[in-house]
């Protein structure tokens, strides 16, 4: 049983920071990634990275100003997310693969077997 714990998110003005923690604990893992969902939109890949490698994978809308980095001393993985624009607004999903069937690529949805409660992220204009 994989336990997700995520904190972070809240309100910020255009052009400003915020830092999500995902701490996961109870199993090994293979895949972190990080998804958002906007009010009727469909879950997003925002980035992701594989544990054991550090590969690092990171949606085009997001590039150059999100980036995620993982602790594993602490089996924390962050996202900090710069130069916020509204349309970064979403609830902000972490998820966890504990096994990598090599059918879905970390970009999937379909690749992660437990996730968290999300955390909303609001960015006014």
């Known amino acids: 049983q994989v336990q997700l714990v995520e904190s972070g998110g809240g309100l910020v003005q255009t052009g400003g920071s915020l830092r999500l923690s995902c701490v996961v604990s109870?199993?090994?893992?293979?895949?972190v990634g990080w998804f958002r969902q906007a009010p009727g939109t469909e879950r997003e890949f925002v980035t992701g990275?594989?544990?054991?490698?550090?590969?690092?994978e990171t949606a085009d809308s997001v590039m150059g100003r999100f980036t995620i980095s993982r602790d594993n001393t602490k089996n924390t993985v962050y996202l900090q997310m710069n130069s916020l624009k509204p349309e970064d607004t979403a609830v902000y999903y972490c998820?966890?693969?504990?096994?990598?069937?090599?059918?879905?690529?970390?970009?999937?949805?379909?690749?992660?077997?437990?996730w968290g409660q999300g955390t909303q992220v609001t960015v006014s204009s």
């Open positions: 998820a966890v693969a504990t096994f990598d069937s090599g059918v879905w690529t970390m970009k999937s949805g379909n690749h992660y077997d437990s």
């Open positions: 109870g199993r090994s893992l293979t895949t």
């Open positions: 990275v594989k544990w054991h490698s550090g590969r690092i």
